[in-house]
């Protein structure tokens, strides 16, 4: 059965973050992805670092399902493990030793603002007992930059998601790279990215 389902940002943004990831990806290995969505994301980067397994994940059965018919219309079964379920807040994740073993980064696209605050805590502390020193976990989405909008638009996009969820919104930079040194992380660098959206690098120092 096909369960793919399309999420329109993933066209516009994949390129860039694909762009970024390949200098920050320079050996074999593995990379876990947290909230993987659709799987639109883990086929592109599959396809694009041939030498990585990329082990996808979400909480979500129809996700979940998604990611399984992109892998198979890609044919990338052979290369590609099944989705985990990983909920980033109920823990430990449940990761496959082989995945563990070989990980060199963590990987979260337009997770943290659609999800309570705490999984944001959860995401840091759960990547922080994972990743080893020199390892990463790179963040994409909106930010707030000195807890300031960095765009009309975003400011609209965080009231909207308020609206579903009083508890989602648009995290500030700084309150996020504390509960990185918090777990350990280094914020390696901070780039601009097209549509208001910023990619963040985090690297583990211990
Ligand atoms: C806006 S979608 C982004 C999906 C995909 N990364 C993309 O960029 O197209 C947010 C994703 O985060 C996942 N998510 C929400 N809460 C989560 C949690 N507590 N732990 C892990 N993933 C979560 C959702 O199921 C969803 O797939």
Redesign the pocket.
């Known amino acids: 059965m096909d369960n793919r389902l399309f ?1 329109p ?2 066209q516009r943004n994949r390129l860039c973050i694909g762009d970024l990831l390949s200098k920050i990806i320079n050996k074999n290995g593995s990379i876990l992805e ?5 799987g ?2 883990g086929v592109v980067f599959q396809k694009r670092f041939p030498k990585i397994i990329w082990q996808t994940s ?3 059965i129809v ?1 979940r399902q998604s990611i399984t018919s992109w892998i198979e219309y890609e044919n990338l079964s052979e290369k590609m493990p099944q989705p985990l379920v ?4 109920k823990i430990p994740w449940k990761i496959p030793l082989k995945i563990l073993h070989s990980l060199q980064g963590i990987v979260s ?3 943290i603002h ?2 309570e605050w705490s ?1 944001t805590l959860a995401l840091f502390r759960e990547s922080g007992k994972i990743l080893n020193k020199g390892q990463f976990l790179f963040l994409y989405g909106p930010f707030k930059i000195g807890n300031k909008h960095t765009s009309q638009s975003n400011y609209l996009f965080d009231d909207s998601l308020k609206l579903q969820n009083e508890l989602w919104g648009i995290r500030d930079i700084e309150k996020v790279s504390d509960e990185g040194k918090k777990n350990g992380f280094f914020q390696e660098n901070i780039i601009s990215m097209p549509a208001n959206n910023f990619s963040i690098i985090y690297r583990k120092i211990y």
């Open positions: 999420f940002a993933t947290i909230g993987s969505g659709s639109q994301h979400d909480p979500e996700h990983i909920d980033v807040e696209i337009n997770m659609i999800a999984c």
